[in-house]
């Protein structure tokens, strides 16, 4: 079965600055790369996700890149604020409505 | 947008007691909803995949017998806990896709508690 990456298990930024969070994956049948933000005690909240038939999206502050060759996803959240701190999860799946295989997350802290 | 409901948030039981989670797409239907468990700093495992109409699809090494789903109609699946113990005590979430190939929404999951 499929099994995600992920790095690092926490980042502390300062304001302002960029974060990124990097995954790889092993199914090489995956094409779909969702990223959800976690706030402590609530529901996974989608932030953007990519297909792959795309190398890259942007929406915002937040860029995802995927390469495929590599089995390797990265989230860049540029301009962070303190309102972006959160768990951040990477997840794969062979299809937007299929079952979503999770990296371990990323806690990410944003001072000031 | 996409809702996800789920009920109850918070349950504290003494060990023995059934738990029932209902999970409910609120403006849309959902053929497939899946089941995710959620241990403290860790990371959602996915427990199975409630498929309308038919049996639920297990994860490996999750026990069916004690993990009953139920999703008879589009909009609803149930998650029961069946004779809970304190090792089953974690935070249950359940999401849907909001059509073919579409990102799946989270329900604000259920903190079980269990004495």
């Known amino acids: 079965g499929e099994n995600v990456e992920q790095h690092p298990s926490t980042l502390s930024v300062q304001e302002g600055d960029s974060a990124v969070i990097k995954c790889t994956y092993s199914?090489?049948?995956?094409?779909?790369f969702p990223w959800y933000k976690q706030e402590l005690g609530k529901r996974p909240q989608l932030i953007i996700d990519?297909?792959?038939?795309?190398g890259e999206k942007k929406d915002q502050r937040i860029a995802v890149t995927l390469n495929k060759t590599a089995k390797h996803f990265s989230l860049h959240i540029t301009e962070t604020q303190p309102e972006d701190s959160a768990v951040y999860f990477c997840?794969?799946?062979?299809?937007?409505?299929?079952?979503?295989?999770f990296g371990t997350g990323t806690q990410l802290k944003v001072e000031l | 947008g996409a809702v996800v409901s789920q009920h109850p948030s918070w349950v504290i039981c003494k060990s023995g007691t059934s738990v029932k989670i209902e999970c409910r797409s609120l403006?849309?239907?959902?053929?497939?909803m899946f089941w995710y468990r959620q241990f403290p700093k860790q990371s959602l495992m996915l427990m199975a995949t409630?498929?309308?109409?038919?049996?639920?699809?297990?994860e490996q090494g999750v026990e069916k017998d004690k993990f009953l789903i139920n999703h008879a109609s589009l909009t609803l699946s149930t998650l029961t806990v069946t004779s809970a113990h304190p090792e089953d005590s974690s935070f249950y979430i359940c999401?849907?896709?909001?059509?073919?190939?579409?990102?799946?929404?989270f329900g604000d999951g259920t903190r079980l508690s269990i004495l």
């Open positions: 999401s849907a896709p909001t059509g073919f190939n579409q990102p799946q929404h």
């Open positions: 199914d090489s049948a995956s094409n779909y």
């Open positions: 990519i297909r792959s038939n795309v």
């Open positions: 997840a794969a799946s062979t299809g937007g409505g299929n079952k979503l295989t």
């Open positions: 403006d849309f239907q959902a053929t497939t």
């Open positions: 409630s498929n309308e109409g038919s049996k639920a699809t297990y």
